[in-house]
């Protein structure tokens, strides 16, 4: 009994603290020496890397337009999850650089301010 208990307990404590780190913004990121706006720094990465499929007429049209704030900003968790995971920028297209994606999660904990 006083097994089962420690396993289920140790099992419990751990799932908690995987919920919690994957809700809290990563401690170690210092979004002190990003101004992240979308009109300060995140349209010209978005324009670079995003924007030449995610456009009117572009070849990811169907999956979102990113072409100003107001449609980047309800798709952001959705790009995010590809980007993140690796699969977005396409292959062959340049992907987004280490200080981009945190300047992304810095804007994005900062509320997404325009």
């Known amino acids: 009994m006083k097994k089962t208990f420690l396993f289920v307990a140790t099992t419990f404590s751990i799932g908690l603290a995987a919920i919690i780190t994957s809700c809290n913004p990563d401690p170690k990121l210092d979004c002190s020496t990003y ?10 990465i978005i324009d670079a890397k995003c924007v030449t499929c995610h ?9 979102g337009i990113y072409s100003t704030y107001a449609q980047m900003k309800p ?3 959705k790009a995010w999850t590809e980007v993140d995971a690796g699969r977005m920028p396409q292959s062959g297209s340049p992907k987004l650089t280490d200080k981009e994606k945190e ?8 509320g997404f301010k325009e």
């Open 55 to 63: 456009k009117a007429g572009g070849s990811a049209e169907s999956l």
């Open 75 to 77: 798709n952001f968790s």
């Open 103 to 110: 300047a992304f999660e810095c804007w994005k904990n900062g």
């Open 35 to 44: 101004n992240s706006t979308y009109n300060t720094n995140m349209k010209a």
